[in-house]
């Protein structure tokens, strides 16, 4: 399908896209991201899980709360102090923002620390998984610890007087620490700060049954029947006396502060683009802080303390019942009990990946894969025999979180070896990806790999690979774009869609776009693919326009998006005017969306539906009927200002029937999930759905593991 010239123009600066004069239709982005977070808690929260899987989403549960607070309190936090009005689509106020998600915060914080304290905890002590406090230990445990502690862990402790001569210490982000009141012999009362290290493992394995075990063993253990669990500040705290001698330690607390992260590169201003994003990950230790987390039952003494060093609200204080850095448990997951894990999954490899020549394979017809379903292997492969195949002469990637031991950065450097073309655009400013991200580039770099940083203001978030290829009758291009990252480890728990095409005005396309990351071509029209920032929008807002158009006509108009985020206010109104005009909307959306459904008048033909599950739903799809033709778009891009106006994205459109009809039936059974999906109300709240007493149970990840996978016990 030819996508026509006028999907290229900038956004209009009329009718649609303007912005909407009422905040009722929007709900607040913020809000909405809470309630994404208490949908993962629910499954944590789930006792038809095996423990270990709680466990696994209630650390996600906390990761998720601390980048929230990191990137976005951080942003509100920011306004609400220069007393910038808001600037978010409902117009909640940067201080009632910051009210309503410390309400939420606290709500959700009680039912995680609830649960872990008085079920979860106690349910892994019965079945062999003990972590435990100090007190719980047997006295030859504690001889034993103490050898431990003494060898092991005092030489690398350094407290910190905190006095006139001593001013008090820069906190690192997320850090552990301790804040200590002390009394000398002569009746002074005195602060030191200590900082737990974090280059020892947190978790201490301690022998019930053996008397010997090396110092070196008693980091991370993979067998727990034998073992206590003891955190390492839990050892620390019995024995903060030895750190100061002659001072009686009259108080202490464990506490952790969370500073703002999205600190802005002055991309214009930097002579090198990889020095600057080297400094901004040192700058991202020190931000202004945003929370501070401590422990309960620290004194008012010491919290007061610890508010007013840090000069912070008492908003901003959280007091936590249970481990500080939760997230950190997600290590414990990797112990072996598979009787307390869901058991493993393995995606399926299709048929075309099995034998034959691939690129026959894929010149014959597109193939699309649905990861974790179909394995990512074929991915992996269809780059690697690239590199080994002595017919490809030039290798073309985006890399954004390609995550640690990357085969397809072994295959690049691979290509190279053998005297390939190789170009990797690897996204420095992928957050919290950053030093791996540098890594990687400058091990490409010394391989000889041509390695592009990416551009100056804007990231790049597309997911493309370009593979040339001198065949008998020519050079041939194939390409491969998907809607998750080049990342073989998430790949198993993502949920993405990827496609492999010969087709040549899609890889026409691929090779443009490359030459745009890389160089300096301007390209505002594509042949068939959808590119931000300058195309997609208006690609999409003249697709709605047009299933609208087509609904007055015929009736049936049909409108299918299923997506991360939701935030565009130009594209949340086009759906509205869609729906008004009759066209039926059914949107999932995993994450944030800030469209208010079922509003009288305006929504009341759209449904909003989330599915939080076994598998992180990633993948990024956009359907429109087109009166029985069928449209069909999938790739990097969410709805968010940022993907459309900051990102380089790509969507490219399914031209085959066949898989056309496939990814819809795909959408249609997530679409009917009333096991794991929460249907968005019009007053913002999400409700479970379940199953009526005369439906079928419908979980569209156990019909799609079955359908594509396969499980190994």
Same mark, same amino acid.
């Given at each position: 399908?030819?996508?026509?010239?006028?999907?290229?123009?900038?956004?209009?600066?009329?009718?649609?896209?303007?912005?909407?004069?009422?905040?009722?239709?929007?709900?607040?982005?913020?809000?909405?991201?809470?309630?994404?977070?208490?949908?993962?808690?629910?499954?944590?929260?789930?006792?038809?899980?095996?423990?270990?899987?709680?466990?696994?989403?209630?650390?996600?549960?906390?990761?998720?709360?601390?980048?929230?607070?990191?990137?976005?309190?951080?942003?509100?936090?920011?306004?609400?102090?220069?007393?910038?009005?808001?600037?978010?689509?409902?117009?909640?106020?940067?201080?009632?923002?910051?009210?309503?998600?410390?309400?939420?915060?606290?709500?959700?914080?009680?039912?995680?620390?609830?649960?872990?304290?008085?079920?979860?905890?106690?349910?892994?002590?019965?079945?062999?998984?003990?972590?435990?406090?100090?007190?719980?230990?047997?006295?030859?445990?504690?001889?034993?610890?103490?050898?431990?502690?003494?060898?092991?862990?005092?030489?690398?402790?350094?407290?910190?007087?905190?006095?006139?001569?001593?001013?008090?210490?820069?906190?690192?982000?997320?850090?552990?620490?301790?804040?200590?009141?002390?009394?000398?012999?002569?009746?002074?009362?005195?602060?030191?700060?200590?900082?737990?290290?974090?280059?020892?493992?947190?978790?201490?394995?301690?022998?019930?049954?053996?008397?010997?075990?090396?110092?070196?063993?008693?980091?991370?253990?993979?067998?727990?029947?034998?073992?206590?669990?003891?955190?390492?500040?839990?050892?620390?705290?019995?024995?903060?006396?030895?750190?100061?001698?002659?001072?009686?330690?009259?108080?202490?607390?464990?506490?952790?502060?969370?500073?703002?992260?999205?600190?802005?590169?002055?991309?214009? +201003? #930097?002579?090198?683009?990889?020095?600057? !994003?080297?400094?901004? /990950? %040192?700058?991202?230790?020190?931000? $202004?802080?945003? &929370?501070?987390?401590?422990?309960?039952?620290?004194?008012?003494?010491?919290?007061?303390?610890?508010?007013?060093?840090?000069?912070?609200?008492?908003?901003?204080?959280?007091?936590?019942?249970?481990?500080?850095?939760?997230?950190?448990?997600?290590?414990?997951?990797?112990?072996?009990?598979?009787?307390?894990?869901?058991?493993?999954?393995?995606?399926?490899?299709?048929?075309?990946?099995?034998?034959?020549?691939?690129?026959?394979?894929?010149?014959?017809?597109?193939?699309?894969?649905?990861?974790?379903?179909?394995?990512?292997?074929?991915?992996?492969?269809?780059?690697?025999?690239?590199?080994?195949?002595?017919?490809?002469?030039?290798?073309?990637?985006?890399?954004?979180?390609?995550?640690?031991?990357?085969?397809?950065?072994?295959?690049?450097? +691979? #290509?190279?070896?053998?005297?390939?073309? !190789?170009?990797?655009? /690897? %996204?420095?400013?992928?957050?919290? $990806?950053?030093? &791996?991200?540098?890594?990687?580039?400058?091990?490409?770099?010394?391989?000889?790999?041509?390695?592009?940083?990416?551009?100056?203001?804007?990231?790049?978030?597309?997911?493309?690979?370009?593979?040339?290829?001198?065949?008998?009758?020519?050079?041939?291009?194939?390409?491969?774009?998907?809607?998750?990252?080049?990342?073989?480890?998430?790949?198993?728990?993502?949920?993405?869609?990827?496609?492999?095409?010969?087709?040549?005005?899609?890889?026409?396309?691929?090779?443009?776009?490359?030459?745009?990351?890389?160089?300096?071509?301007?390209?505002?029209?594509?042949?068939?693919?959808?590119?931000?920032?300058?195309?997609?929008?208006?690609?999409?807002?003249?697709?709605?326009?047009?299933?609208?158009?087509?609904?007055?006509?015929?009736?049936?108009?049909?409108?299918?998006?299923?997506?991360?985020?939701? !935030?565009?206010?130009?594209?949340?109104?086009?759906?509205?005017?869609?729906?008004?005009?009759?066209?039926?909307?059914?949107?999932?959306?995993?994450?944030?969306?800030?469209?208010?459904?079922?509003?009288?008048?305006?929504?009341?033909?759209?449904?909003?539906?989330?599915?939080?599950?076994?598998?992180?739903?990633?993948?990024?799809?956009?359907?429109?009927?087109?009166?029985?033709?069928?449209?069909?778009?999938?790739?990097?891009?969410?709805?968010?200002?940022?993907?459309?106006?900051?990102?380089?994205?790509?969507?490219?459109?399914?031209?085959?029937?066949?898989?056309?009809?496939?990814?819809?039936?795909?959408?249609?059974?997530?679409?009917?999930?009333?096991?794991?999906?929460?249907?968005?109300?019009?007053?913002?709240?999400?409700?479970?759905?379940?199953?009526?007493?005369?439906?079928?149970?419908?979980?569209?990840?156990?019909?799609?593991?079955?359908?594509?996978?396969?499980?190994?016990?």
């Amino acid at each position: 399908m030819n996508i026509p010239a006028r999907y290229q123009e900038p956004p209009r600066t009329g009718g649609e896209t303007d912005d909407p004069d009422c905040p009722d239709l929007y709900l607040n982005r913020e809000i909405n991201w809470l309630d994404f977070d208490a949908k993962v808690l629910d499954e944590a929260a789930d006792t038809r899980l095996p423990l270990l899987e709680q466990l696994k989403f209630l650390a996600i549960f906390y990761n998720n709360l601390d980048e929230f607070f990191m990137v976005r309190v951080a942003n509100i936090l920011r306004q609400y102090r220069s007393g910038a009005a808001s600037s978010s689509p409902d117009r909640m106020t940067p201080a009632k923002q910051l009210a309503e998600i410390r309400r939420r915060a606290l709500i959700l914080l009680a039912r995680a620390q609830e649960h872990w304290r008085k079920r979860l905890a106690p349910q892994l002590v019965e079945r062999g998984v003990r972590l435990v406090r100090y007190g719980d230990l047997s006295e030859k445990q504690r001889r034993f610890l103490d050898g431990y502690f003494r060898n092991e862990i005092y030489p690398i402790l350094t407290p910190q007087a905190i006095d006139p001569g001593h001013p008090f210490p820069t906190i690192s982000n997320t850090s552990l620490n301790f804040i200590i009141r002390l009394r000398s012999r002569d009746g002074v009362t005195r602060f030191a700060r200590l900082k737990c290290p974090n280059n020892v493992s947190r978790f201490i394995f301690v022998p019930r049954n053996k008397e010997a075990k090396t110092y070196a063993s008693l980091g991370f253990s993979a067998n727990v029947r034998d073992d206590d669990i003891l955190l390492l500040e839990d050892l620390i705290g019995e024995y903060l006396g030895a750190l100061f001698p002659g001072n009686d330690v009259v108080g202490a607390g464990l506490f952790r502060i969370t500073r703002n992260t999205d600190v802005e590169i002055e991309e214009d +201003e #930097a002579d090198d683009l990889l020095e600057a !994003v080297k400094d901004l /990950v %040192e700058q991202r230790r020190f931000g $202004d802080v945003v &929370r501070l987390e401590i422990a309960h039952g620290t004194s008012t003494e010491l919290s007061a303390f610890l508010t007013k060093r840090l000069g912070l609200q008492p908003f901003q204080v959280y007091r936590i019942k249970g481990p500080l850095a939760f997230s950190e448990l997600m290590a414990l997951y990797g112990v072996d009990r598979p009787a307390l894990k869901e058991t493993p999954f393995y995606g399926g490899l299709p048929g075309v990946f099995q034998e034959g020549d691939l690129y026959a394979h894929i010149r014959n017809r597109d193939i699309l894969l649905y990861h974790p379903y179909d394995s990512f292997v074929p991915v992996l492969d269809f780059i690697r025999r690239s590199s080994e195949d002595p017919g490809v002469i030039a290798i073309k990637q985006t890399l954004y979180r390609v995550g640690n031991d990357s085969p397809i950065v072994r295959a690049l450097i +691979e #290509a190279r070896r053998r005297g390939k073309q !190789v170009t990797a655009v /690897v %996204e420095l400013k992928a957050r919290f $990806d950053e030093e &791996r991200n540098i890594t990687w580039a400058e091990e490409m770099e010394k391989a000889g790999v041509n390695v592009v940083y990416g551009l100056v203001g804007m990231k790049i978030h597309a997911k493309l690979c370009l593979v040339v290829r001198r065949e008998t009758d020519g050079v041939t291009r194939y390409a491969h774009i998907g809607t998750g990252n080049y990342n073989a480890s998430t790949a198993k728990t993502y949920t993405d869609m990827g496609l492999l095409t010969a087709n040549p005005d899609v890889c026409a396309d691929v090779t443009d776009l490359f030459n745009v990351m890389t160089g300096y071509a301007h390209r505002e029209q594509y042949r068939e693919l959808l590119v931000s920032p300058l195309s997609m929008r208006s690609a999409l807002l003249d697709l709605i326009r047009n299933e609208t158009t087509l609904h007055r006509q015929f009736g049936n108009g049909e409108i299918i998006f299923k997506c991360n985020q939701l !935030v565009d206010k130009h594209l949340i109104r086009a759906l509205y005017r869609a729906s008004t005009a009759g066209v039926r909307v059914r949107l999932q959306v995993r994450g944030i969306c800030c469209l208010r459904p079922g509003v009288p008048g305006i929504s009341e033909n759209i449904e909003v539906t989330s599915i939080v599950g076994r598998f992180l739903e990633h993948a990024r799809a956009y359907w429109f009927r087109a009166n029985g033709e069928g449209c069909l778009y999938i790739g990097s891009a969410d709805l968010m200002p940022r993907n459309l106006d900051r990102r380089i994205e790509v969507l490219v459109p399914i031209l085959d029937p066949e898989l056309r009809s496939l990814i819809r039936d795909i959408l249609e059974t997530h679409l009917k999930d009333n096991v794991q999906a929460w249907r968005l109300r019009e007053d913002g709240a999400y409700q479970r759905l379940t199953p009526g007493k005369d439906d079928e149970a419908v979980n569209a990840q156990d019909i799609m593991a079955l359908r594509y996978g396969r499980e190994h016990a």
